[in-house]
């Protein structure tokens, strides 16, 4: 999607997002009730490494992408010291979300890629 984007002189982000079991969330009981549930519904028979640690697996492997690719972004501890943040084992709840598309306006902006707002009066 990179070379695309370059390609056609379009910015391109990548961002690694907060998913619960990774990372330095804590989630609540209730939270923690939907990641086991679901764990132990994709691990079937459970006779091979459960959901969070081939998901675990997968986050430490790629955790140095952002730091050798100026285009991507890791957004994985953004929900530390929040709570509430998911509304079943993979996705996030409206309060979550808007904290995720909050970070990534501030992300484009920052790098200035984001339409500035006309000024009033200058139609």
Do not use: W
Not at 34 to 39: E, P, T
Not at 48 to 75: A, I, N, S, W
């Amino acid at each position: 999607m990179h070379s695309i984007c370059q390609e056609m002189g379009v910015e391109y982000l990548c961002f690694r997002q907060p998913v619960m079991g990774v990372g330095k969330y804590a989630p609540s009981k209730d939270e923690e009730g939907f990641l086991d549930k679901y764990s132990k519904a994709v691990s079937g028979s459970g006779s091979g490494p459960t959901y969070v640690e081939v998901l675990g697996q997968f986050y430490d492997e790629t955790k140095d992408v952002p730091g050798r690719l100026p285009y991507c972004v890791d957004l994985v501890d953004l929900f530390d010291g929040k709570h509430g943040m998911y509304r079943d084992a993979r996705h996030q709840t409206s309060v979550g979300a808007a904290v995720i598309a909050d970070a990534m306006i501030a992300e484009l902006q920052r790098r200035n890629a984001l339409p500035q707002p006309a000024a009033p009066g200058s139609d």
